[in-house]
């Protein structure tokens, strides 16, 4: 009898280990800062898997604080997810002892001061015991706003390689009905015309329905090219 109660708390110890938390996140920080008010903030962290068994990984993603008028997106593994993302329709595989260290959050202010505080936690798909996670928070104008020099015009695509979709961010000195923002493919041809409304914000292009390669993303104002932008549109 002795024996079988012997063995019987050795698979139990067994099967507790196998559920032990394998997860392990590194290399990120929990607080990133922009003293002005135009730039993207972003942290990227590493994810290990130290288990002895590949996992399949979901994000998830909790809003704690999230000022009026910015917006977030993370990506992970092979794939960006739009703002609004609660949580991965994918899971990400990561091998026995291997890493994915493809996680990046961003936060776009949109001209808008605050802090962002956002919660995100990783798990295993089949094992939602074994998970990790952190908070992160985005604070932007930490210095006083008449410190802030202007920066006017439309930032870079901010994926870029883009597969679904990506995002400019724009601050002008003013705004007009008629700013667009055009697409062209490397024969000249126009692919896309999107409308830039307002002083500052961003906008967020849709490349899935756009072929694989070359294009040329313009900024135009009052009739004149303002800035123009490679893009590189590869679909997973």
């Known amino acids: 009898m002795r024996k079988y109660l012997l063995l019987l708390i050795c698979l139990i110890g067994l099967s507790f280990n196998s559920k032990a938390q394998n997860l392990v996140l590194s290399n990120f920080n929990t607080t990133v800062s922009d003293p002005g008010n ?125 597969d679904q979709f990506t995002v400019f961010n724009y601050n002008l000195a003013s705004s007009s009905s008629n700013d667009k923002l055009y697409i062209y493919n490397m024969l000249g041809s126009l692919v896309k015309t999107v409308d830039v409304s307002g002083k500052n914000g961003s906008l967020v292009v849709n490349t899935a329905d756009l072929k694989s390669g070359l294009y040329i993303a313009s900024y135009v104002s009052e009739n004149k090219v303002k800035n123009s932008y490679k893009l590189v549109v590869s679909h997973r």
């Open 38 to 162: 135009t730039n993207t903030l972003e942290s990227i962290a590493r994810l290990d898997n130290n288990g002895s068994s590949t996992v399949n990984i979901v994000v998830e993603r909790d809003v704690i604080n999230l000022p009026t008028g910015m917006f977030e997106l993370f990506c992970f593994g092979q794939y960006c997810n739009p703002p609004g993302t609660a949580m991965t329709s994918y899971a990400t595989p990561i091998v026995a002892g291997g890493r994915e260290s493809t996680f990046d959050a961003k936060v776009i202010p949109n001209g808008n001061c605050g802090t962002a505080t956002i919660h995100y936690r990783f798990y295993d798909q089949n094992n939602p015991a074994d998970s990790t996670g952190f908070t992160l928070d985005f604070a932007f104008c930490t210095q006083g706003l008449n410190d802030i020099s202007e920066s006017y015009g439309l930032s870079k695509p901010l994926r870029n390689p883009a």
